[in-house]
């Protein structure tokens, strides 16, 4: 196995890995949170609480 085809296939996996952690997240409810603190986050800095 060359190199190039080793980093592909890391590439994959931690891609295909990312997909599965972010759907978990959303399955979970947590862009809900994230969101939601980041709006708090972002009035904050302009000034708005």
Same mark, same amino acid.
């Given at each position: 196995?060359?190199?190039?085809?080793?980093?592909? !296939?890391f590439g994959r996996a931690f891609l &295909? @890995?990312? +997909?599965? @952690? @972010?759907?978990?997240? &959303?399955?979970?409810?947590?862009?809900?949170? %994230?969101?939601? !603190?980041? %709006? %708090? +986050?972002? @009035?904050?800095? &302009?000034?708005i609480d």
């Amino acid at each position: 196995m060359g190199d190039v085809e080793k980093r592909r !296939k890391f590439g994959r996996a931690f891609l &295909i @890995l990312g +997909i599965v @952690l @972010l759907a978990l997240g &959303i399955y979970r409810g947590e862009m809900v949170t %994230v969101f939601r !603190k980041a %709006v %708090v +986050i972002c @009035l904050e800095c &302009i000034g708005i609480d």
